[in-house]
């Protein structure tokens, strides 16, 4: 997959950097400050070729990355930032044919790096309890896999409208990954659905809520759970410009903690 196809999304990305996202559409035109380009002649081109506007200017085409698409993607919840989706892959030991469960979907961009992380043997159960974030999700998940021609490429995708704090339907899940703003109410459902050595991850903004997640974990149910670690990720960008090269001025800072706990096998005397 090389050759840019009708349908896919690009990006265009002119000399000082800026990226136009369009969606390619035969017969379409972009304009934009610098032009107007014809999406036909885009449609065709080798990823990473040029298209030139009708005002001269050049801009280079390429696929997104998930992170650069995550970023221009509809928002309706607040996002799991590129950087802590990669560090919870990692932490949560994401693998092909793993079977995952996620709360809440939000706006998606969490399931669609599980979605790929799991593999055309995974699956990805996502529950969302708001019917306006999960049709913004389905759309931000539909676009981002659309030119993927076997479907079996990537995981299985089971979007549920639900509510984990009232319940969890499946059961031997490998992970379980929870973004939603009390974790704790969800303790007893995570633990009849995980299986044993599975591993729960939460992400949540504010200390308080991961005080509140850790001492309910160790009281209520320190017989089945065994915190592993608590984390935030840091990542800062720098600038290259000519002869300068720093630290950009301005950073994400905060972002949220990952906490990760297992399951623990309770049938061996
Ligand atoms: C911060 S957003 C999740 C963002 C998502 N991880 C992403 O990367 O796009 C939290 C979402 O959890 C949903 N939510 C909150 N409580 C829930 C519950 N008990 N069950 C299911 N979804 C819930 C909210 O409606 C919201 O969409």
């Known amino acids: 997959m090389s050759r840019i196809e009708a349908y896919e999304l690009v990006h265009l990305v002119d000399s000082e950097g800026r990226r136009y996202q369009i969606l390619l559409s035969p017969g379409s ?10 999406h036909d002649d885009v449609i065709g081109l080798e990823e990473g070729g040029t298209v030139t ?16 698409y995550i970023a221009k993607m509809k928002k ?57 974030f999960q049709s913004i999700a389905e759309r931000n998940i539909e676009r981002f896999f659309h030119d993927v021609k076997s479907a079996g490429r990537y ?28 974790p704790w109410r969800a303790l007893r459902s995570v633990e009849l659905a995980l299986r044993p050595g599975g591993i729960l991850l939460c992400y949540n903004p504010t200390v308080l809520q991961i005080y509140k997640l850790s001492k309910r974990l160790e009281l209520r149910f320190g017989h089945s759970f065994r915190t592993d670690g608590i984390y935030e990720v840091g990542i ?31 049938g061996d005397g």
């Not at 001269?56 to 696929?63: A, N």
């Open 29 to 38: 035109d972009f304009s934009f400050t610098r032009g107007k380009i014809a």
């Open 53 to 68: 506007s009708s005002l001269g200017e050049r801009l280079i085409v390429l696929r997104p990355t998930m992170s650069e």
């Open 76 to 132: 309706g919840s607040q996002i799991v930032y590129p950087k802590d989706i990669a560090a919870i892959i990692m932490l949560a030991d994401i693998f092909p044919g793993a079977r995952v469960l996620e709360a809440g979907t939000g706006s998606g961009a969490l399931t669609i790096a599980l979605l790929r992380a799991v593999g055309g043997s995974g699956m990805v159960v996502s529950y969302e309890r708001r019917a306006e």
């Open 155 to 182: 995981g299985r995708l089971i979007l549920k409208r639900g509510d984990v704090y009232e319940g969890i339907e499946e059961r031997e899940l490998d992970r379980v990954i929870l973004d939603l703003p009390e």
């Open 236 to 266: 800062r960008e720098w600038e290259i410009r000519g002869r300068s090269m720093r630290p950009q001025h301005r950073a994400i800072v905060h972002t949220g903690f990952i906490f990760v706990a297992r399951k623990i096998y309770r």
